[in-house]
């Protein structure tokens, strides 16, 4: 098994985003001093929480009978942001997995 480059990884992560609707504002890196880890966790919560938000304001439209939207789009969005909380809540497991890994070390 051959070892993966960071542009390598770096472009595979881009292109799932860009697959998953993900906007290039919000796959922009963005230089941030010191956090820069807790900034891009801000930015994932926030782009998790606006999928979501777009998802129960399709579904609202949708139960108001709006012409614009069908029941297609409504359940791709549903969808598209439950798979976005599951990945989310992936990378916060194995946080707390590494985590608690690190408080059992000896030192």
């Known amino acids: 098994m051959e070892p993966i480059s960071q542009q390598q990884l770096l472009a595979q992560l881009q292109s799932l985003a860009r697959q998953a609707g993900l906007s290039a504002t919000e796959m922009a890196p963005q230089e941030v001093p010191g956090g820069a880890f807790s900034h891009l966790l ?5 782009s998790v929480n606006r999928r979501q938000q777009r998802a129960a304001d399709l579904a609202r439209a949708f139960e108001r009978e709006d012409p614009d939207v069908n029941l297609a789009q409504v359940m791709v969005e549903k969808q598209k942001a439950r798979i976005a909380f599951e990945a ?16 059992r070390m000896t030192i």
């Open 88 to 103: 989310l809540l992936q990378v916060r497991n194995q946080l707390i997995s590494s985590y608690q890994e690190i408080m």
């Open 42 to 46: 801000k930015q994932s919560l926030e």
